[in-house]
């Protein structure tokens, strides 16, 4: 996926990027960007690839050489970030975070309109902060260009553009991701995650709605086009992709995990489903949260009977190999053999999407002597590729497990059934759950219900984008 933060200052504001930046690294995993602009060096850009070190490591040297009052930053999953962009509206920086699933339509569209040429990446791809400054230049203002530029994009764009004096940010039309600014003394910041501007010393003091555009200086900010409350932003981020202490519309993401595993338990109560085990268990980091809301709320001790090794490994899915990504999973997880062997354990996870890291984690439990592995998904059955955010690597809605059964099961006729696959009271529903059980080599499996995840976020269904669970856009 992938995050931003910028800076505006009347003092130096380059350290403040470069923390505020680094902290959206769980967002992202592949390049890491920043820019800057001051009197005396004029534009200053450095990219980085960070796939085998992180953010803080490859940056902090670049920063002693970096200057200026104003400054933008960036993690990106997909293209390098930030570009620089001269047009008919300037010189300015762009970086971009989402995805354009409609790219070489509109990439065609504006050389048969005269578009000279894009500058293509060693892939032949255009990089995306290229194509929508393009999309921008059709127009005679960077606000009717950046409205010109969300009406043609299908999929999702955020963007903040650096010029001289200010910054502009945009948050996406359908506000699926947030932007939140920041008020401290001397200045200004933007950033997609509220936390990353707390401990330098800023206060929230805005949320853009959806669609919105603001011009940002170091004196203020203010709204240079008006969003609109027709909003659906990601559940995902509540229930994964988010950090605990982010907060979204006002909900913080960990308070939501610990409320969503109590209404898992609460349901599993009710229907009589709740198991035998001796102790319930988060696979961290995401589903801990999760796990303890569990344990609260249905007395059963919450233990931790592995450790996740992080020191070399943050993340299991940064090797671009699917099988180095298994193998990675694997080595992080380091038993303790106590709190396993002869154990009957129920684990709470933040998903279940290809079923393949989730067998290498019961098969370690078993192999470590557990006695029974029942799971609990602290979300619905994934059952769509996002083609939003570009948050999973899946190229085929087959690739996910129930998505794959159920077209084992019933071919292309299936998905028009997915609604009752999702549903643990129907029969389809209990096939699902029983075939993934059988797979996975699990005890018992449930999923949190839909209308569980949106419980537990608290905000109304309409406000809420659940595309990857529902289809529904």
């Known amino acids: 996926m992938g995050g931003f933060f910028g800076a505006v200052s009347e003092n130096d504001c380059i350290a403040d990027v470069f923390f505020g930046t680094d902290y959206h690294s769980h967002l992202g995993t592949r390049r890491g960007g920043m820019t800057a602009y001051s009197e005396t060096l004029g534009f200053q850009r450095n990219i980085h690839s960070i796939e085998n070190s992180p953010f803080r490591t490859k940056f902090e040297k670049d920063v002693e050489g970096m200057k200026g009052k104003i400054c933008i930053g960036c993690i990106s999953d997909t293209d390098p970030q930030p570009i620089m962009v001269r047009s008919k509206l300037g010189l300015y920086a762009i970086c971009t975070v989402g995805i354009i699933n409609n790219a070489d339509e509109l990439v065609k569209e504006l050389l048969d309109k005269g578009c000279a040429n894009f500058e293509t990446m060693s892939s032949g791809n255009i990089n995306s902060g290229d194509l929508i400054g393009a999309l921008i230049a059709q127009k005679s203002s960077f606000v009717e260009g950046i409205k010109y530029a969300q009406s043609k994009i299908k999929g999702t764009m955020s963007l903040l553009i650096l010029e001289k004096d200010r910054i502009i940010a945009s948050r996406d039309k359908m506000g699926r991701l947030p932007i939140v600014i920041g008020k401290r003394d001397d200045g200004y910041c933007v950033s997609l995650e509220s936390f990353a501007f707390q401990k330098l010393g800023y206060d929230t003091c805005y949320e853009l709605k959806a669609g919105e555009i603001v011009s940002i200086t170091e004196k203020g900010f203010e709204t240079i086009s008006e969003g609109g409350d027709d909003m659906r932003i990601c559940s995902f981020l509540w229930t994964y992709y988010g950090y605990p202490n982010a907060v979204y519309e006002g909900v913080t993401v960990e308070t939501m995990r610990t409320r969503n595993g ?17 102790y319930v268990c988060g696979v961290p980091d995401s589903g801990i949260p999760h796990a303890i809301g569990y344990a609260n709320k249905s007395g059963i001790p919450f233990a931790r009977p592995f450790i996740k090794y992080t020191p070399t490994w943050p993340r299991s899915f940064m090797p671009t190999s699917q099988a180095m990504r298994n193998r990675v999973a694997k080595m992080k997880l380091i038993p303790v053999h106590e709190l396993i062997e002869g154990k009957k354990l129920l684990f709470v996870d933040d998903s279940i999407v290809r079923g393949t890291q989730m067998r290498e984690t019961v098969e370690f439990l078993y192999e470590n002597g557990a006695k029974e592995v029942h799971m609990r998904s602290a ?4 059952m769509y590729g996002c083609k939003y955010l570009n948050f999973s690597r899946s190229t085929s809605e087959l690739e996910l497990i129930a998505r794959k059964i159920i077209d084992e099961a019933e071919g292309t006729e299936g998905v ?9 009271r129907t029969e389809r529903g209990k096939f699902l759950r029983d075939e993934i059980c059988r797979r996975l080599k699990l005890t018992s499996l449930e999923f949190q219900s839909l209308e569980g995840t949106q419980k537990a976020i608290g905000l109304p269904e309409c406000k809420l984008c659940t595309y990857c669970w529902s289809g529904k856009e």
Do not use: F, R
Request: aromatic share 6%; proline share 10%; with cysteine.
């Open 379 to 382: 979300c619905p059955p994934i």
């Open 262 to 278: 109590e209404i898992m338990a609460e349901t599993d109560i009710k229907n009589g489903n709740l198991p035998d085990v001796d």
């Open 416 to 424: 028009k059934y997915i609604a009752e696959y999702s549903d643990s």
